[in-house]
């Protein structure tokens, strides 16, 4: 009873319900202009409310996420340019749309299938976590520390650029996250004698430096201009197109959660999953796919908003990040005094029913928020990048002095924000060194105590791997993972898809 | 810039594992068994770091990618005027010095007309100090 009336609260409380609506419609926004990350906004947001009440805090968040991985669509249609990494994949048939003069019926879809996506996603986060979380107590040190791994693997392979390079930046990424005092021996770690050091490196300051200023600088770099289609078109899809694309539209969905579930891996690739599906299985289109077919608009569209529920499902459950979102909510766990992972569901479950209230009623917001505000947006996108990169610069100034009132945390901030940019540009993936950062403490905590557990004895340990389901399982992903990205394994599938195609043939 | 960036980028990556690597083995034992000291995740992590760095830099040996920008000059400048908006910011009010920066920036991208970048950073200034210091309660350096 109490957990239903907590599931409740963000439409009982008029206070979260408000900061709902507040989030996800600022969200739209900010998903919207390219340039503005959802991480970016999320990493702003945790800086400025980690004096609230956790509960509004988190609800805001949670109505930002929805909303700003839905707004990146309307760029992606209008623009040709997706406002967020999510909407790579609407561009594809959402430009052509708009170009034929659909422009209005491309963001409704999008509207529409984001909204069933979303419930999708937010039903599997309510039923499947519990269940999830029940298992995940079972887990043991060397449990966790495989998993953390296996995250940054996955990472590292989904991400686009060099897979030895993402590992590299993810490995110092853990090292950055193990900077200060170790918690169990108070051994200095990368300290270098200075006290500043001693503290660790502040996620949150990292994380606005690599996401904020870091993309501040990117757009700098580009002298490009916006060009938004002016003709925008019916907005509301019929209730005949409607019912026509569920069946597609829950496929995907069900694809956004899956993908969106398996740690480290955000709406970016469920999208692009649930694009490729959609062509896959669409034998009879609306009209050729990259011509403006519906279908191109309704699966990466579903997928990516349905991922939102799923990647909350590890963080809650395992308190391993889904995606770079959520890793900065794990953040706003921490300041907040909360541990996310198994144990959370047992000491304080009202956490995770609001987070997933909120998440409904998010989904619910967005429908309306979603078909309104077009005419806004088309303003807001033509405002020259001279005056929105400095005010984002500010803003980001601003959230990494308010984390301890320190002027030097915001010189942090901006060396992570150069290396972001670096990174970016040589075309190094920055998600696995901010996960990295985040799960830097897990790994360690994890490894050594799997190791006292062990006696220090290498070779225990390798047979409590080798002799425990969870351990073994994990460790098989892993191994797979990692041999998925070498010239071996590519050069055994092509012979053995040559083999296949000559016994066809043959 | 110089030629091969991504050699350099390389070389950075080399550098940096070897100088981790090097920091690691300076972590105390503090009593503890090297396996399950707080030097032993670092030292494998960045010793793992080291070898793929070198494998990298050998695998693209003959890549290059060069970074555009499309002004160097005026990228800098940002930078710059970052920069002293930041480190001026214990010496004078924060506020006043927002609007100083978001102005000067706005000229200096050629935002608007002079009288637009006065009004825009002005209603912001104002925003920041409404939002942040009044309803945040947040204090500022100066």
Redesign the interface.
Same mark, same amino acid.
């Given at each position: 009873m109490d957990n239903l009336a907590n599931f409740l609260m963000p439409v009982t409380n008029l206070n979260l319900l408000l900061l709902v609506a507040i989030g996800v419609f600022a969200g739209i926004y900010v998903g919207a202009i390219p340039g503005l990350s959802v991480a970016m906004a999320t990493a702003l947001l945790l800086s400025l409310t980690y004096t609230w009440d956790t509960l509004d805090a988190l609800a805001l968040i949670v109505g930002v996420y929805v909303g700003g991985v839905y707004g990146g669509a309307r760029a992606a249609v209008l623009l040709n340019i997706p406002g967020a990494p999510a909407a790579i994949a609407t561009t594809f048939d959402g430009y052509p749309m708009a170009l034929r003069g659909e422009a209005g019926l491309a963001i409704g879809l999008a509207t529409v299938v984001s909204v069933i996506g979303g419930l999708i996603g937010a039903f599997f986060l309510t039923f499947a976590t519990p269940l999830i979380s029940k298992i995940a107590v079972d887990f043991s040190h060397i449990d966790f520390f495989l998993l953390a791994m296996l995250g940054l693997m996955l990472v590292g392979t989904l991400s686009k650029g060099s897979f030895l390079k993402a590992v590299i930046v993810a490995f110092l990424g853990i090292n950055f996250g193990l900077v200060g005092l170790d918690g169990i021996t108070g051994a200095h770690r990368f300290t270098f004698g200075s006290l500043e050091l001693m503290k660790g490196i502040n996620i949150i300051v990292a994380i606005l430096g690599l996401f904020g200023f870091a993309e501040v600088l990117v757009q700098l770099s580009q002298s490009k201009h916006f060009k938004v289609i002016k003709q925008v078109g019916k907005l509301l899809p019929s209730m005949k197109q409607i019912i026509r694309l569920l069946p597609l539209t829950m496929r995907t969905s069900m694809i956004g959660v899956i993908v969106g579930a398996l740690p480290g891996v955000g709406g970016e690739i469920a999208a692009l999953l649930g694009y490729d599906h959609a062509k896959r299985t669409t034998k009879k289109p609306s009209r050729p796919f990259g011509e403006g077919a519906y279908e191109g608009v309704v699966g990466p569209e579903s997928a990516n908003n349905a991922a939102v529920g799923g990647a909350l499902i590890p963080m809650l459950t395992l308190g391993i990040p889904g995606d770079a979102v959520t890793a900065i909510i794990i953040g706003a766990f921490v300041i907040h005094g909360l541990n996310p992972g198994p144990t959370l569901m047992i000491q304080s479950p009202e956490y995770f029913y609001v987070i997933a209230g909120s998440l409904f009623l998010a989904n619910i917001f967005l429908l309306g928020f979603g078909l309104i505000g077009i005419g806004i947006f088309k303003r807001i996108v033509m405002v020259s990048k001279g005056f929105i990169l400095p005010v984002i610069t500010v803003l980001t100034i601003i959230g990494a002095y308010t984390i301890n009132n320190n002027v030097d945390d915001i010189f942090w901030m901006l060396g992570f924000g150069v290396l972001g940019y670096l990174l970016r540009v040589f075309n190094i993936p920055v998600g696995p060194l901010v996960l990295g950062i985040v799960l830097g403490p897990l790994v360690d905590k994890s490894f050594r105590g799997a190791m006292i557990a062990a006696n220090n004895d290498v070779p225990t340990l390798l047979l409590e791997i080798l002799t425990q389901p969870i351990s073994l399982i994990l460790t098989i992903f892993l191994i797979v993972s990692i041999l998925s990205n070498t010239n071996l394994y590519r050069n055994t599938k092509a012979r053995i898809a040559a083999a296949l195609k000559g016994g066809k043939s043959g | 810039m110089a030629r091969n960036?991504?050699l350099i980028?390389n070389l950075m *990556?080399v550098v &940096?594992?070897a100088f +981790?690597l090097y920091?690691?083995f300076q972590?105390?034992?503090?009593? $503890?068994?090297f396996?399950?000291?707080?030097?032993?995740?670092?030292v494998l992590?960045?010793a793992?770091?080291l070898c *793929?760095?070198l &494998?990298?830099l050998y +695998?693209?040996r003959n890549k290059d990618?060069r970074?555009?920008?499309? $002004?160097m000059l005026?990228?800098f400048g940002?930078?710059v005027i970052?920069?002293l908006?930041?480190g001026l910011?214990?010496f004078i009010n924060f506020h006043v010095l927002?609007f100083l920066?978001?102005f000067g920036?706005?000229l200096y991208?050629?935002?608007?007309s002079i009288f637009r970048c006065l009004l825009?950073a002005a209603i912001?200034s104002v925003s920041?100090y409404l939002i942040?210091e009044k309803a945040?309660r947040?204090?500022?350096?100066a």
């Open positions: - | 960036q991504n980028v *990556l &940096v594992s +981790i920091s690691a972590i105390e034992l503090k009593g $503890s068994a396996i399950s000291s707080p030097k032993i995740l670092p992590l960045s793992t770091m *793929l760095s &494998v990298n +695998i693209e990618v970074i555009t920008i499309d $002004s005026f990228f940002f930078l970052v920069l908006y930041v910011m214990k927002t920066y978001l920036s706005f991208f050629r935002a608007g825009v912001f920041v942040f945040f947040i204090i500022f350096p």
